[in-house]
């Protein structure tokens, strides 16, 4: 299946500290294998710190984490104030489905970067000390009582690059079967 124009970058953030929030920039440089260049999550092996806490071996599935724009209008819909980065993603996108997506999805950003989803943003409850409700919002139930996770995607890099504000986003669909995404 070939790539298919899917949407745009509207923002981009990194932060070299361990925070809840990344800092609003112009452009990121991704890193072939390790993520955001400068920002504290990136890196071959797990990087938040509950999971260098439980086992600082394990593979870095989370080098990058992406939230669709129309998480924030929805957010502002219910009274949240959420801007980008303000939730510790490193792209923020406009027009992308990107909930919808399999694991194993190749998003190119710009002309140069790639990145491959692994699976789901799980939040933690430090998101209600940044906003009290919050993770409710972003974790609520379907009609089965199944968690439904919107707070974005994670994804490791493929191929390096620049990826800027306005840079349009391919989706490129692995074959089928097609494994449904799930927390990482």
Not at 14 to 27: A, I, L, M
Not at 90 to 109: A, C, K, M, S
Request: net charge neutral; with cysteine.
């Amino acid at each position: 299946m070939g790539n298919v124009q899917a949407g745009r970058v509207t923002a981009v953030s990194r932060d070299g500290e361990h925070r809840f929030s990344k800092g609003v920039t112009d452009v990121i440089t991704l890193l072939a294998g390790l993520g955001v260049e400068g920002d504290a999550h990136a890196g071959t092996t797990v990087q938040h710190r509950s999971r260098v806490a439980a086992d600082p071996t394990r593979p870095n599935l989370r080098q990058v984490h992406l939230i669709h724009s129309e998480l924030h209008d929805e957010l502002h819909e219910q009274g949240f104030g959420v801007g980008p980065g303000e939730l510790g993603e490193n792209i923020t996108t406009r027009g992308l489905g990107l909930l919808d997506p399999p694991r194993g999805t190749r998003l190119h950003l710009g002309s140069e970067a790639v990145i491959e989803v692994t699976g789901l943003r799980n939040p933690c409850a430090q998101i209600n000390a940044f906003q009290p409700g919050l993770l409710k919002a972003l974790t609520p139930r379907d009609v089965d009582g199944n968690v439904v996770r919107k707070a974005g995607i994670m994804s490791v890099v493929l191929v390096g690059g620049q990826v800027r504000v306005g840079d349009p986003i391919a989706v490129e669909v692995p074959p089928q079967p097609w494994r449904a995404l799930e927390r990482v």
